[in-house]
Nanobody
Framework: VQLQASGGGLVQPGGSLRLSCAASGSILSTISMGWYREAPGKQREWIAGISSSGSPSYADSVKGRFTISRDNAKNTVYLQMNSLKPEDTAVYYC???????????????WGQGTLVTVSS
């Protein structure tokens, strides 16, 4: 199983970006998916998650500005980021709890990270 994240880049304060993360491989079920970020000099933090039924949850720091969604048919999770602030600058990582073949094992997988820079 692999997760491939994309969509990062440079954006001005107040701008928007949309991140995507697609899971591929011998996937039986993508149980939950989410996004974390790691800012320079800080620990990786959870910012948003979404269950298999589509129920979202957010960290207080992004609530009201970021929206997580998923496409189960594509095993893909998205993060729409609006009203971006300089403090949102970080490497963003996607994460998924997946049940995979050949043994129906559950595992947590990470994407490679995509850099978001918010600066004027």
């Amino acid at each position: 199983v692999q997760l491939q994240a994309s969509g990062g880049g440079l954006v001005q304060p107040g701008g928007s970006l949309r991140l995507s993360c697609a899971a591929s491989g011998s996937i039986l079920s993508t149980i939950s998916m989410g996004w974390y970020r790691e800012a320079p000099g800080k620990q990786r933090e959870w910012i948003a998650g979404i269950s298999s039924s589509g129920s979202p949850s957010y960290a207080d720091s992004v609530k009201g500005r970021f929206t997580i969604s998923r496409d189960n048919a594509k095993n893909t999770v998205y993060l729409q980021m609006n009203s971006l602030k300089p403090e949102d600058t970080a490497v963003y990582y996607c994460n998924a709890l997946i049940m995979a073949l050949p043994n129906y094992q559950r595992g947590t997988y990470w994407g490679q990270g995509t850099l978001v820079t918010v600066s004027s």
